[in-house]
């Protein structure tokens, strides 16, 4: 499988899979079973609106994350210090922000507001985002803190709005330390927990040793030492050890997964 594959199999399959569960998303394991039976779902289900397969925000959001980092490489910025890549980021979720505001693409009055992604009509459609990521980028952004310390925006949220975009960080580099430290610097334009912004940099890490033909398991070690590294790491580092170790137990029950929280 060469690298196209692989980001292809990486952008695709987490589309396809979020889609999956979106119907789903918010209902607890009991609820799951009561709706759809004791095996839960294995295929497209309808949502409340009666439709199915929809793109997620989820998904919007990682698209708009990967214009940002082409246009950062193709800037020269992934290759030089600074948050020069950091910006370029911001202004693709700022674009991303007009699909959540607007039923078409606005004008193209504001510096952000260039390119061909934002001009995809089926992008404007809210999908239960988050609402750090919504309030976030309403804010002033001076650019990110250390690691390990709070961010500059919504310090206290660490919800999965940040690790759930985060997936391209690990496509342009198999560096595990560069995809982990740009990825959590880029979680902070919406979310300031350490927790929040660490977990999307060990899930970028992760991905980046997955490209470069790592398992499973020695990519997740990896970022696992990385988290050491930095202040405040010790809930996304008990939160990997858990998986590690559910994945570890033998039997993987439904019952397991939930567990995790």
């Not at 979020?18 to 799951?32: H, N, T, Y």
């Not at 009561?34 to 990682?62: C, E, P």
């Not at 999965?160 to 198999?174: E, I, K, N, Q």
Request: include cysteine; charge should be negative.
């Amino acid at each position: 499988m060469d690298v196209h594959e692989r980001v292809r199999g990486c952008l695709l399959g987490g589309a396809v899979g979020d889609a999956l569960g979106a119907p789903i998303e918010f209902q607890s394991l009991r609820e799951i079973r009561r709706d759809h039976g004791l095996d839960g779902i294995s295929g497209y289900v309808t949502n409340w609106r009666g439709k199915s397969a929809l793109i997620t925000d989820d998904t919007q959001m990682t698209l708009f994350t990967v214009e940002g980092l082409l246009r950062a490489r193709a800037a020269g910025l992934l290759d030089v210090p600074g948050s020069g890549a950091v910006t370029a980021v911001r202004e693709a979720y700022l674009r991303w922000l007009d699909t959540q505001d607007h039923h078409e693409p606005p004008p193209a009055d504001r510096p952000h507001r260039t390119g061909a992604l934002r001009e995809e009509g089926w992008l404007y459609s809210r999908r239960a985002p988050g609402n750090a990521c919504l309030s976030g980028l309403h804010r002033h952004f001076p650019g990110p803190s250390p690691l390990g310390e709070p961010g500059p925006v919504n310090p206290d949220s660490k919800g999965c709005g940040t690790v759930m975009r985060s997936a391209p960080f690990g496509l342009v580099t198999t560096e595990a330390r560069e995809a982990f430290e740009l990825a959590a610097a880029c979680a902070q334009i919406t979310h300031g927990h350490p927790t929040g912004y660490l977990a999307a940099g060990a899930f970028a890490a992760i991905v980046a040793r997955l490209m470069a033909g790592e398992t499973l398991a020695t990519a997740v070690h990896q970022a696992l030492s990385l988290l050491a590294g930095y202040p405040a790491h010790e809930e996304t580092t008990a939160a990997l050890r858990a998986a590690l170790a559910l994945a570890a137990g033998g039997e993987h029950t439904p019952e397991g997964v939930e567990s995790l929280g």
